[in-house]
C-alpha cells in the first residue's frame, strides 16, 4: 500500500528477512573468529545473535502466513480464468465472488476512537468460528489486568470489527 506521500507502507517481509540473515551470517563469522575485546562484549554478541535467531524464526512463521494467504487469494483469482477479471473481480465486489470461502480478520477496537486493542487482532478465522473468536476477544479485553480494566475502561467502550479477505 502507497499513502498520500508516495511512501509504502507495509512491511516487506522478504527484505526484513534477508536483511536479518545477513546480521546473523555476520556475528557468526565473529563468534567462530573469537577475537572479542572483553567477555562483556562475548557476551553481548552472543546475546544479541540469538536475539535475531530468535526474530527471524518469527519473521518466517509471519512470512509462510502471508505467502500462504496470497497464494490462497491468487488460486482464487485464477479459477474465475482470467487474471484481470479475476483481480478487478476481488477489488470490486469482495472475496464473496471468489471460488474460495472467505476468511476473516477480527479485531477489537475502542468505540470513541477506533484504536485497535493491542493483541487483540486474529487473522484467518472461518467464518463458523467468527462469533465464538468475537466473545473470547472481548472477554480478555475485560479480564483482570486487560486492557479495560489498566484504562478504567467498562466492555460497552469496545467493539469488535470483522473483515472478510
Avoid: C
Amino acid at each position: 500500500m502507497i499513502d498520500n506521500l508516495g511512501f509504502h507502507t507495509d512491511r516487506d517481509l522478504h527484505a526484513e528477512l534477508a536483511t536479518l540473515t545477513r546480521e546473523i551470517t555476520a556475528l557468526t563469522g565473529r563468534t567462530d573468529v573469537g577475537l572479542f575485546h572483553s567477555w562483556e562484549d562475548q557476551h553481548n554478541t552472543w546475546s544479541r545473535l540469538n536475539g535475531l535467531r530468535s526474530h527471524a524464526r518469527t519473521l518466517t512463521e509471519e512470512i509462510a502466513e502471508n505467502d500462504a494467504d496470497t497464494a490462497r487469494l491468487a488460486a482464487a483469482i485464477h479459477a474465475v480464468g482470467d487474471l484481470d477479471l479475476g483481480f478487478i473481480t476481488y477489488v470490486v465486489y469482495g472475496p464473496k465472488a471468489l471460488p474460495v470461502p472467505p476468511l476473516h480478520e477480527v479485531r477489537v477496537i475502542e468505540r470513541d476512537n477506533g484504536y485497535t486493542v493491542p493483541g487483540t487482532v486474529r487473522r484467518r478465522v472461518p467464518a463458523d468460528q467468527v462469533e465464538a473468536v468475537k466473545r473470547e476477544l472481548l472477554l480478555a479485553v475485560a479480564a483482570h489486568g486487560g486492557h479495560a480494566r489498566t484504562w478504567g475502561r467498562s466492555i460497552r467502550d469496545y467493539r469488535t470489527q470483522v473483515t472478510a479477505y
